[in-house]
């Protein structure tokens, strides 16, 4: 019996796992048009299920970045999806904050803009 029940709790947490990283159109604000590819690969590292971002998760972060930094409009379409998304998503604040620093992405904004309502 010990086994089924940690089979049980095993398979549990990964459709938890799964639950959290999957996301549906719904979940991803129109703002966020363009920037799906960040969310996707850096949902589970801004969501506190992986510890460290992957290197997908850094190829789209640069790749996103680097496209909202071309226009200042860019810089606040991105914010704005990460102020919209990361509430729903659960992102958790101090990764989002992290995440160009650890893929070693040089900003010439803040994120804290993205952060703050």
Same mark, same amino acid.
Do not use: W
């Given at each position: 019996?010990?086994?089924?029940?940690?089979?049980?709790?095993?398979?549990?947490?990964?459709?938890?796992?799964?639950?959290?990283?999957?996301?549906?159109?719904?979940?991803?604000?129109?703002?966020?048009?363009? /920037?799906?590819?960040?969310?996707?690969?850096?949902?589970?590292?801004?969501?506190?299920?992986?510890?460290?971002?992957?290197? /997908?998760?850094?190829?789209?972060?640069?790749?996103?970045?680097?496209?909202?930094?071309?226009?200042?409009?860019?810089?606040?379409?991105?914010?704005?999806?990460?102020?919209?998304?990361?509430?729903?998503?659960?992102?958790?604040?101090?990764?989002?904050?992290?995440?160009? /620093?650890?893929?070693?992405?040089?900003?010439?904004?803040?994120?804290?803009?993205?952060?703050?309502?």
């Amino acid at each position: 019996m010990g086994q089924k029940t940690f089979l049980a709790l095993v398979m549990f947490v990964m459709a938890y796992g799964l639950a959290a990283t999957t996301f549906t159109v719904s979940q991803i604000p129109p703002s966020c048009n363009g /920037d799906e590819s960040l969310l996707t690969f850096c949902g589970p590292y801004m969501g506190n299920i992986h510890p460290n971002p992957t290197s /997908d998760c850094c190829k789209a972060a640069t790749s996103v970045f680097d496209k909202a930094m071309a226009t200042g409009q860019g810089i606040r379409d991105l914010c704005n999806c990460l102020r919209v998304a990361g509430p729903v998503l659960r992102f958790q604040k101090e990764k989002v904050l992290r995440l160009p /620093d650890v893929c070693q992405i040089k900003l010439s904004f803040s994120m804290e803009l993205c952060i703050e309502g």
